[in-house]
Each structure stands twice: as C-alpha cells, then as structure tokens.
C-alpha cells in the first residue's frame, strides 16, 4: 500500500540503542531483547536491516555512551546510518539505502519513543513508507523533571497515536514483537 512504486519489501529500523540513550529506559533488558529477537529473524527472512546511530554534544562518536549496546551486533552486511537530527531520513543516506532493497514498508524499533522514533515514523509516513512500530520495542528516558509524562506513559502514548495515524495511501500500524513475522511481509 505504500505511495512509492516499485517498493514491495520491508526494512527492520533499529533507531540509536546506544549505551547513553538506554542505559536507564525503563524495561530496557526486555526492549533490547525483543530487538535481538527481531533482528533474528528478519536476518532469517533476508529482510533488510537498517542501524541508526545518533551523535550530539551527548553522544560523542567513539565514546561509551555513543556506542551501540552489546547485546545487539550489526554484521559488516548491514548498513549502519549515522545522523544528528530525530529524523533518521535528515541529512542521511537512509532513503537512499531504503530505495536500493526496495522497502517501502518499514518496522521501527528503538529509542527514544518522544524523539528520534517519533520523528523517524513520521518522517518516513509523510515520505510514502507504511510504518509499524513495534509496540514493545521502543523506550525512552525520564524526562518527567522537565515536565513531560512519565516514560511509561510516554510508550504507551506512542503506541495509542500511532495505531490510528492515516494518510492517503499508506498504513500506520503497532504489532508487538511477538507478532511480527518477516516470512510473511
């Protein structure tokens, strides 16, 4: 259903699950192990999978808390996409890679829920892509000291909104890990 012609496969997004960005997420052991699992088998599927990293004055490339977690291992086939903005398609090569295996649907996975997942499944829904973001695959970090919800809250937010997004020839849809199979998409 995807907008872009000629775009019949999906890509696993795995989105900044750095040490410094997960390191206190709630429920960041059973994230990351629903992320390992869906790596798994997407590897399994030949399903492309697409690594984001994100570097600021907080992420500092080649330091601790920019570095990837260890319980999860890209292999020298999978492109790693490095960006600076929320959005994973700003100023990357993301499209470009996207386009070469041909995905138009895309499954999210990663951190944070309130920034750089939101804006990367909005970014690539006004982009032509079919998005399911993974309901128990993404976290984020308390913010709650400036104001914001709760980070729980702020999950179960995201999966809520995202579940009824629509645009014109796309789909927005929230799948727990449980119930994605790459076999069949």
């Keep these: 259903m995807t907008t872009l012609p000629d775009r019949p496969n999906t890509a696993l997004l795995v989105v900044d699950v750095q040490n410094g960005v997960v390191d206190e997420a709630p429920r960041r052991d059973e994230v990351v192990a629903n992320i390992t699992a869906l790596v798994d088998r997407a590897r399994r599927a030949e399903v492309a999978i697409i690594w984001i990293q994100h570097s600021s004055e907080d992420l500092v ?15 020298d086939t999978e492109p790693l996409v490095h960006k600076r903005y929320g959005d994973s398609f700003e100023d990357t090569e993301l499209e470009g890679l996207l386009a070469a295996v041909g995905a138009g649907h895309l499954v999210v996975t990663g951190a944070e829920s309130d920034a750089c997942v939101r804006s990367t499944i909005h970014g690539a829904f006004v982009r032509g892509y079919d998005v399911t973001l993974v309901a128990d695959a993404h976290t984020t970090g308390d913010k709650t000291r400036w104001g914001a919800p709760k980070p729980e809250d702020v999950i179960a937010h995201t999966n809520l909104y995202w579940q009824f997004q629509q645009a014109p020839g796309r789909t927005a849809a929230v799948r727990p890990a449980e119930e994605l199979d790459f076999m069949s998409t």
């Design 61 to 75: 490339e080649h330091s601790d808390p920019w570095h990837y977690v260890p319980e999860l291992t890209r292999t």
